[in-house]
Antibody
């Protein structure tokens, strides 16, 4: 089955760190660009970060630049998001998404990150 | 950043009637190399991730019912649901993938009247 499964979300205090993971299956992970997006409770969608198939080219939203780091391990069919210096406003459901021939054509169910004291 | 402005914020449509959602980009999302609009529409139902309905402004994804159609040019785009069904109740988002940061509209909530 073609799917993405996120994990690693948790409750963390402001200033803390978390590492999210996304396990891909059912497709050739190493050939796809991958992304992290997020959705704050009751809010819209926000793109967070992008990585190319080789892992060399990465992009970040201004809101997370310098605090978040995206990476991938093509041998493990996995995508990661290291999140440091977390803020209350980072609270959201974090999705990993595959970029197909056009844009995000496959999404996981998401993992919840809550930043609160 | 390219700002995507959707309207209306919400709309209620009778079953079988047409629903029309508009989206305007603050800059062109036309690709110079392929002359395609880098504009997509997503459907999100409660508790579910977004589902890609339409890409390149008017290309329906595989398996998407043909009552969903996308159109537009320049900086103005439209998602039309022709003959609303109960299962179409959702929030719909437009999205530009032309320029980073890739951005979304704020969403339009579609309900049954």
């Amino acid at each position: 089955e073609v799917q993405l499964v996120e994990s690693g979300g948790n409750l963390v205090q402001p200033g803390g760190s978390l590492r999210l993971s996304c396990a891909a299956s059912g497709f050739t992970f190493s050939t796809y660009e991958m992304n992290w997006l997020r959705q704050a409770p009751g809010k819209g969608l926000e793109w967070v970060s992008h990585i190319n198939p080789s892992g060399i080219t990465v992009y970040y939203a201004n809101s997370v630049k310098g605090r978040f780091s995206i990476s991938r391990d093509n041998t493990k069919n996995s995508l990661y998001l290291q999140m440091d210096s977390l803020r209350v406003e980072d609270t959201a459901l974090y999705y990993c998404a595959r970029a197909g021939r056009s844009t995000y054509d496959l999404w996981g169910q998401g993992t919840l990150v809550t930043v609160s004291s | 950043d390219i700002v995507m402005t959707q309207s209306p914020d919400s709309l209620a449509v009778s079953l079988g009637e047409r629903a029309t959602i508009n989206c305007r980009s603050s800059q062109s999302v036309l690709g110079r190399s392929n002359n395609k609009f880098y504009l997509a529409w997503y459907q999100q139902k409660p508790g579910q991730p977004p589902k890609l309905l339409i890409s390149w402004a008017s290309t329906r994804e595989s398996g998407v019912p043909d009552r969903f159609s996308g159109s537009g040019s320049g900086t103005d785009f439209t998602l039309t649901i022709s003959g609303l069904q109960a299962e179409d109740v959702a929030v719909y988002y437009c999205h530009q993938y032309h320029t980073t940061p890739w951005t979304f509209g704020r969403g339009t909530k579609v309900e049954i009247k």
